[in-house]
C-alpha cells in the first residue's frame, strides 16, 4: 500500500517540473522577440557616384583643338596627319571604369605630346560614396604635384627697449611728429627725408623661396569642376633642349580627369612658355568638363 502511494506523488513531482520546463522555455523565446524587435534600422548606404560609364576620349577633342595643341601634325602628309589626330587609345581593363588617350606630332625645333586620363571612381565600400572616394584620389594626385602653399608677408618686428631707448624724441614744435622737410615725408636714419609710400600700394606676394609671383605657378584652380589644380614643371632635356610639362587635373562627382601636356624644345631653341601651355591645356579641361556636364 505504502509503494502505492508514493508512486502518485512521485508522478506529481515529475509533472510539476515539466511545467516549469515549459515555462522557462516559452519564457525566453518572448524575451529573445523582444531584444530583435527593438534593434534599429540599418544604416543606409551612401549615394552613388553621378556617372555610371564614361565617354570615348579619342574623339572628345576636336579637330582644331588638336591643330592647334599638334602644330607640327599640319606639315605632315594626310593620311599620317589623319593617324596623328585619331590618337592612340590608352589600354585598360574596363573603359566604364577608366580611358585614356595620347596624341603625339613633332616640328623640327620641337615636339608636342597630348595625353587625357580620365577616371570614374568606384566605392566598395557601403559606409563612403563614389564622390568621397574620388576625393581622395584627387588628393592624392594634389599631394603628388606638391603645390606651394600661399604664404603671408611676415608680421613687423616688434620693438625692444633698446629700440626704444635710441628713437629720436618728437620736438615740442612739431606736433605731427615731423623733424624736418615737406608734410607727409618721414625722417630717414641719416637726417634725410624719405617719400611716403603711395596709398593702396602693397608688396609683391612671394613664394616660399622667396621669389616673386607671377600668376603662372602651381596652383589651385577655381570655377573648374567641383576642384581642380594645375601643376607647371621645367626640366632639361635632351641635346641641349628644354622640357616643360602642364598638368590640369579636375574632379566632377565620381569623375577625376587629368590632361597633360608636354612640350619639348631640342638645340638652341628658346624653353617652352609657360603661359601659351596652360592656357591651352585649361582650353582643353573646360571642354572636357563641359563634356561631362552634358
Known amino acids: 500500500m505504502q509503494r502505492q502511494a508514493y508512486v502518485p506523488g512521485l508522478a ?16 525566453g523565446g518572448s524575451g529573445t522577440g523582444a531584444v530583435d524587435s527593438k534593434a534599429g534600422p540599418a544604416a543606409p548606404a551612401a549615394p552613388p557616384g553621378r556617372y555610371r560609364t564614361l565617354f570615348e ?3 572628345a577633342v ?32 574596363d573603359t566604364d571604369r577608366r580611358v585614356g588617350c595620347s596624341w603625339k606630332a613633332d616640328t623640327p ?12 571612381v568606384v566605392s566598395y565600400d557601403p559606409a563612403v560614396s563614389d564622390d568621397d572616394r574620388a576625393q581622395e ?7 603628388a604635384a606638391d603645390l606651394p602653399q600661399p604664404t603671408q608677408p611676415p608680421p613687423p618686428p616688434q620693438p625692444t627697449q633698446a629700440t626704444q631707448a635710441t628713437q629720436p624724441t618728437q620736438s615740442p614744435a612739431s606736433p605731427s611728429g615731423n623733424t624736418g622737410g615737406s608734410p607727409g615725408t ?7 627725408a624719405q ?17 616673386p609671383t607671377t600668376g603662372l605657378e602651381p596652383r589651385v584652380l577655381q570655377g573648374l569642376g567641383q576642384v581642380a589644380f594645375l601643376d607647371d614643371a621645367l626640366s632639361a632635356g635632351g641635346a641641349n633642349g628644354r622640357h616643360r610639362t602642364v598638368s590640369v587635373v579636375f574632379r566632377t562627382s565620381n569623375v577625376v580627369v587629368t590632361v ?34 552634358e
Open 260 to 293: 597633360e601636356y608636354v612640350e619639348q624644345t631640342t638645340g638652341s631653341a628658346e624653353a617652352p612658355d609657360s603661359q601659351e601651355l596652360q592656357e591651352k591645356a585649361l582650353n582643353l579641361a573646360r571642354l572636357l568638363s563641359e563634356r561631362l556636364e
Open 57 to 59: 576620349p579619342c574623339g
Open 12 to 27: 506529481a513531482l515529475a509533472a510539476a517540473l515539466v511545467l516549469g520546463l515549459t515555462g522557462c522555455s516559452s519564457g
Open 109 to 120: 625645333d620641337a615636339m608636342h605630346r597630348l595625353r587625357l586620363d580620365i577616371e570614374r
Open 137 to 143: 584620389v584627387f588628393s592624392r594626385k594634389q599631394l
Open 186 to 192: 618721414s625722417a630717414a636714419p641719416g637726417g634725410g
Open 195 to 211: 617719400p611716403p609710400t603711395p596709398s593702396g600700394t602693397q608688396s609683391p606676394q612671394q613664394t616660399p623661396t622667396g621669389a
Open 62 to 93: 576636336p579637330q582644331n583643338t588638336l591643330r592647334d595643341l599638334l602644330p607640327g601634325a599640319a606639315q605632315l602628309p594626310d593620311e599620317e596627319r589623319i593617324a596623328v589626330y585619331r590618337g592612340a587609345a590608352a589600354v585598360t581593363y
